[in-house]
């Protein structure tokens, strides 16, 4: 199971329920690992807006409903 005894954002929450990896998200977006990982596990780190639409963008093949209030307050 992903995410066990990790601290999880709303994001890394969302991404353990379709058990979709950080790795295929990093593919997808061209995001920097570290930069998936805080937004996966740091509840104070928030994206740009650029980085936002990428991780949406990516989200959207796998959920078209998604959208970034799903996971940040904008």
Do not use: C, H, Y
């Not at 930069?35 to 509840?43: G, M, P, Q, V």
């Amino acid at each position: 199971m992903f995410g066990l005894g990790k601290q999880r954002t709303k994001l890394g929450k969302w991404l353990d329920q379709r058990g979709i990896t950080q790795a295929w998200l990093m593919k997808e977006t061209g995001l920097n690992k570290n930069t998936i990982s805080e937004l996966t596990s740091d509840k104070d780190r928030s994206p740009t807006l650029k980085t936002m639409q990428k991780i949406i963008k990516a989200l959207r093949k796998v959920d078209s409903s998604v959208n970034s209030n799903n996971f940040w307050d904008v």
